[in-house]
Antibody, heavy 116, light 107 residues
Framework: QVQLVQSGAEVKKPGASVKVSCKASGYTFSSYYMHWVRQAPGQGLEWMGTINPSRGSATYAPQFQGRVTMTGDTSTTTVYMELSSLTSEDTAVYYC?????????WGQGTLVTVSS | DIQMTQSPSALSASVGDRVIITCQASQDINYYINWYQQKPGKAPKLLIYDASNLESGVPSRFSGSGSGTHFTFTISSLQPEDVARYYCQQFGNDLLFTFGPGTTVDL
């Protein structure tokens, strides 16, 4: 069965970077895009970008361009999302999800807290 | 960028009621819209893909329709377990996703 298992919660100081991982199993890793979506406390879903694991190419939402980097490792079937220059507004649950035009499978979410 | 407006932002209904949520895209998105359900503390769950296709395992009381810029999501007979927040999501030619702001459904 398809599983996406994310890394654990993080606490970061303003200005720092965070790198969240998402390990995929149960399917051919390189055959599906992986998206990253975040949700601030009490807020809606915000799409951050997507990566094509077979090519390593990524497309980012305009509001995150220059601050986010998505990478994939086909040998470990893991994708990573790194967000830099963190502020308190980046405090959120970060999800990876598998798909192309939609997200049928989701990770469990990773809480990133930015606090001084 | 394509903007999605979703209405209502919240609604309260009774068990057995028909619930309708709409999403409007700022430009023609063909049928590339999906609908998700999210319960507190959980990841979203895909219910409807490509405007009107029911995801495997999802109860048939959920349905979707529309094309172009105007889309509708319907729960034909609201059940207690349907209390959740619902989001539409569009997919553009540029690979960009946009989520609607969401609709909270309460009993």
């Amino acid at each position: 069965q398809v599983q996406l298992v994310q890394s654990g919660a993080e606490v970061k100081k303003p200005g720092a970077s965070v790198k969240v991982s998402c390990k995929a199993s149960g399917y051919t890793f390189s055959s599906y895009y992986m998206h990253w979506v975040r949700q601030a406390p009490g807020q809606g879903l915000e799409w951050m970008g997507t990566i094509n694991p077979s090519r390593g190419s990524a497309t980012y939402a305009p509001q995150f361009q220059g601050r986010v980097t998505m990478t994939g490792d086909t040998s470990t079937t893991t994708v990573y999302m790194e967000l830099s220059s963190l502020t308190s507004e980046d405090t959120a649950v970060y999800y990876c999800c598998r798909g192309y035009t939609n997200c049928a499978y989701w990770g469990q979410g990773t809480l990133v807290t930015v606090s001084s | 960028d394509i903007q999605m407006t979703q209405s209502p932002s919240a609604l309260s209904a009774s068990v057995g009621d028909r619930v309708i949520i709409t999403c409007q895209a700022s430009q023609d998105i063909n049928y590339y819209i999906n609908w998700y359900q999210q319960k507190p503390g959980k990841a979203p769950k895909l219910l409807i893909y490509d405007a009107s296709n029911l995801e495997s395992g999802v109860p048939s009381r959920f349905s979707g329709s529309g094309s172009g810029t105007h889309f509708t999501f319907t729960i034909s007979s609201l059940q207690p377990e349907d209390v959740a927040r619902y989001y539409c999501q569009q997919f553009g030619n540029d690979l960009l996703f946009t989520f609607g702001p969401g609709t909270t459904v309460d009993l």
